[in-house]
C-alpha cells in the first residue's frame, strides 16, 4: 500500500510531508478531489482522525495525524536521513527548531489571518498582541540567520522545510514586503529556501502579498455579550445588516471591545526640551565638510542635559567577534531592533579593529536621564552590553563623545573596520 495523504492541494501543512517526500525519495501520494468541509466529515475520514483535522497520512500501519509528525515519519523513513543532520545536538536543534516554528511563528500567523478570513472572532486588540509576538519572533529568526544559511548544519534539514512552510502562509497572504524588510535575513532565507527545486516543485511559483486581506465584516467587530435585557429583544435584527442600533448607555459591550488609546510614553510626558532630536539628525545628515566646526559645535550648542543624557555601550563579549560580517550584521541587527526608540534617540556603533577580535563600541543620546525601560525591556541586545552614563563635565569623556561622532579614525588607538549611525 502506497502512503496517501489527505489534504487539498494548496494546505501548507500537507506541503510539510511532501516537500520532505522529495528529499528523502519516498513517494507520497496526495488524495484526489479532496474537499475541505466535506471529505474531512465522512466516517472513513473521522476514522484517521476523529476530529477532521487535515492533514493525515494513510500508512500501511495505520494512519498519521498532526502535520509535523507525519512530516518527521516520512523523514524517518530513510535510513541515516541528512534532513535529520549528522549528530546528536544537530537531531536537537532540528527539534528545537521545528517547535519554535510551530509555537512561535506558525501560531501568530495563524492568530493574525484566522479572524481576518471569518474563522474566528475578530478582535483589534488580539490582532495587536499577535503581530507584536510574530516580530518578536521574527526578530529572534532574523538574529540567528545574520550568520546561518540554513537553520542547522550547511544544507537543508527538516526544520528548514517545516519554517518554511510555515513563512509561506504569512508571506503569501499577510506579510507585505514593508512588513518583511524589517528582517532582511528571514527575507533572504525565505526566498532562498523556496526556490530550491525540491521545494518549488511543490510550491510552485510562489509570490509576495501585496497587501493584507480586509476583515470580513461578518466577524467584525466582535461583541462581549452582557446578560440580555428586556428593553434589547430586538436585538435579532441585526441580521439585516441595515444601519446597526445607536449604543445605548448602558450597552458597555460595544465599549470594551473598542480600541482604547494605546498609553503614553512616558517620554513623551517629560518636561519640553530646549534640544529638538530632529533637527541635530539633519544637522548631522546634511554636514559634509567642517564637520568638528559645524556638526559637533551645534551639537554642543543644542544640547540638554536636562532633557537628554549620553551613554556609552562597549559589547561584552568581544572575544567572539572573528568573523568580520558576523560583527557587522550583529550590530546591523541590533540597529534594526532599536527602531522602536527612533523617536528618542541617535547612536553610533563603531567596529574597531583590522584584525579579529572586533571590538564594539557606540554612543548613545537618549531622551531623559536613564537608558529608556521601554528599550531594555523589548530589544534583548542591550544586556550585551556594558553601560556608561556620560559625565559631560569630564574633558576627556566629553573629547571621546566627538570622536565617536565624528567617526574620528584611528579610534582609540585602532582603526575602524565600520561605523554605523542610528537617527
Not at 88 to 112: A, K, M, R, V
Not at 338 to 349: C, E, N, P, Q, V
Request: hydrophobic letters at 35%; aromatic letters at 12%; glycine letters at 4%.
Amino acid at each position: 500500500m502506497a502512503l496517501v495523504l489527505h489534504a487539498g492541494k494548496t494546505n501548507k501543512n500537507a506541503y510539510k510531508t511532501l516537500i520532505a517526500a522529495e528529499y528523502s525519495g519516498v513517494k507520497v501520494e496526495l488524495t484526489q478531489n479532496f474537499e475541505m468541509g466535506v471529505s474531512n466529515k465522512t466516517p472513513e475520514f473521522l476514522k484517521m482522525n476523529p476530529i477532521g483535522k487535515v492533514p493525515v497520512l494513510e500508512t500501511p500501519d495505520g494512519p498519521i495525524f498532526e502535520s509535523n509528525a507525519i512530516a518527521r515519519y516520512v523523514t524517518r523513513l530513510k535510513a541515516d536521513n541528512p534532513l535529520y543532520g549528522s549528530s546528536p545536538i544537530e537531531y536537537g536543534h532540528i527539534e528545537q527548531w521545528i517547535d519554535f516554528s510551530s509555537l512561535e511563528i506558525d501560531t501568530n500567523i495563524l492568530h493574525w489571518f484566522r479572524p481576518i478570513i471569518g474563522r474566528a472572532v475578530y478582535l483589534p486588540l488580539f490582532e495587536e498582541a499577535s503581530i507584536a509576538a510574530l516580530k518578536r519572533a521574527l526578530g529572534a529568526l532574523n538574529t540567528h540567520l545574520d550568520s546561518n544559511t540554513f537553520l542547522v548544519g550547511h544544507s537543508v534539514t527538516l526544520a528548514d522545510i517545516v519554517m518554511t512552510c510555515n513563512l509561506y502562509l504569512g508571506f503569501s497572504q499577510l506579510m507585505t514586503k514593508s512588513f518583511t524588510s524589517e528582517f532582511p535575513h528571514v527575507e533572504r532565507y525565505f526566498w532562498t529556501m523556496v526556490n530550491q527545486p525540491n521545494f518549488s516543485k511543490i510550491l510552485g511559483e510562489v509570490k509576495q502579498t501585496e497587501s493584507v486581506p480586509p476583515v470580513q465584516s461578518a466577524k467584525k467587530p466582535y461583541q462581549l455579550k452582557e446578560p440580555a435585557k428586556p428593553k434589547q429583544k430586538d436585538e435579532p435584527k441585526k441580521e439585516s445588516k441595515k444601519v446597526p442600533a445607536k449604543p445605548k448607555e448602558t450597552d458597555v459591550a460595544e465599549e470594551e471591545e473598542a480600541p482604547k488609546p494605546k498609553p503614553k510614553n512616558p517620554l513623551d510626558l517629560l518636561p519640553p526640551s530646549k534640544m529638538i532630536l530632529d533637527e541635530w539628525k539633519r544637522l548631522y545628515s546634511n554636514t559634509k565638510t567642517n564637520f568638528r566646526e559645524v556638526a559637533i559645535k551645534g551639537f554642543w550648542d543644542m544640547y540638554d542635559p536636562e532633557g537628554y543624557s549620553l551613554w556609552f555601550c562597549d559589547y561584552k563579549y568581544n572575544d567572539e567577534n572573528t568573523v568580520s560580517f558576523v560583527t557587522l550584521n550583529k550590530v546591523g541587527g541590533f540597529l534594526q531592533r532599536m527602531d522602536l526608540a527612533r523617536k528618542y534617540a541617535f547612536g553610533k556603533m563603531l567596529v574597531i579593529g583590522s584584525d579579529p577580535p572586533y571590538k564594539v563600541k557606540g554612543l548613545w543620546l537618549f531622551r531623559g536621564q536613564e537608558v529608556p525601560q521601554f528599550v531594555i525591556d523589548e530589544c534583548y541586545d542591550m544586556e550585551l552590553y556594558e553601560w556608561k552614563k556620560v559625565d559631560i563635565s569630564d574633558e576627556a569623556q566629553k573629547e571621546r563623545v566627538n570622536q565617536m561622532i565624528e567617526d574620528q579614525e584611528p579610534f582609540e588607538g585602532e582603526p575602524l573596520l565600520d561605523a554605523k549611525c542610528f537617527k
